[in-house]
């Protein structure tokens, strides 16, 4: 059994294509969650996959024993964690954003724990689970390529990839999102004029992510990070943006809050990311 612990826009969009793969998958959600899963199944329109509703059964509790896709927003870690440990899952296949999340994951005594990445633009519209762009993509370690979940995941219309050490898998998508997500929230614009609001800034975030990342293990020129920021669409919106607009829970920490103590650790000045983290923690305050 797989079973998909926060079955939201990317969590469900896959526990939705497993079940249509004839996988044995569950849904692990909140209780109003789960009821609206069981009562309603999960609705999907699909670029790549076409629309159904997939009615896969959820649950409030992790079974016993069974192989996890831990899907859920990297704020809500602390409190499915302890469900999971309690479970001893054959496998867990964690594709939260950041990075602290794998020091917490390997901490708490599970076995077999591979920490991803994945590719895709999903949302919740209306009920329903819009997914776009034609792609999904799941990258993980090297030492993960085979096991139970990459390989159900692949039978299921993902694709599968192998990126190297988990350390640069996860470094890999933090290195471009974090500085996507900060200029884009700070500025609340676009990608396109969020880069050229405050050039100074813009130049100034990217040079010490690249740092942090080089640090970290992944070497990274901010040269290459800003070319590759400049060919995103100039009207991509991130999801933290949309999160801190509405003044709910939001990554803020995982993607910012991480960087900061990493820097630190370090020794990395980082004033840039002192300013826009700043700013967006006086506005959530």
């Not at 409030?60 to 302890?82: E, F, I, M, N």
């Not at 991480?258 to 002192?274: F, G, T, Y």
Request: charged share 20%; hydrophobic share 50%.
């Amino acid at each position: 059994m797989i079973t998909v612990v926060g079955p939201g826009a990317v969590g469900g969009l896959l526990a939705a294509l497993l079940h249509r793969a004839g996988e044995d998958v569950v849904a692990v959600a909140r209780p109003a969650t789960a009821q609206r899963i069981a009562a309603e199944g999960l609705q999907v329109r699909s670029d790549a996959f076409g629309t159904w509703t997939a009615h896969v059964p959820a649950t409030t509790a992790v079974p016993a024993g069974s192989a996890v896709v831990l899907a859920v927003k990297a704020y809500a870690l602390d409190d499915v964690l302890p469900g999971i440990v309690a479970a001893r899952p054959r496998a867990v296949l964690a594709l939260l954003n950041g990075t602290a999340h794998a020091r917490a994951l390997h901490a708490a005594g599970l076995e077999d724990v591979a920490c991803a990445s994945i590719q895709v633009e999903a949302a919740r519209e209306q009920e329903a689970i819009v997914h776009r762009g034609g792609y999904c993509i799941v990258t993980v370690p090297d030492a993960a390529a085979g096991g139970a979940v990459p390989e159900a995941l692949a039978r299921a219309g993902v694709t599968v990839r192998t990126g190297g050490s988990e350390n640069e898998v996860l470094w890999r998508k933090y290195s471009f999102l974090a500085p996507t997500a900060l200029l884009t929230s700070w500025t609340d614009l676009p990608i396109g004029p969020a880069l050229e609001r405050d050039p100074a800034v813009t130049a100034g975030v990217v040079e010490e992510v690249a740092a942090v990342a080089t640090a970290e293990g992944l070497t990274l020129e901010p040269e290459r990070l800003m070319a590759a920021l400049r060919k995103l669409p100039g009207t991509l919106e991130s999801s933290l943006q949309h999160d801190v607009r509405r003044g709910g829970a939001s990554e803020l920490e995982a993607l910012g809050g991480n960087l900061l103590a990493l820097a630190a650790e370090h020794a990395i000045p980082a004033p840039s990311l002192e300013r826009v983290v700043g700013d967006l923690r006086g506005r959530h305050d």
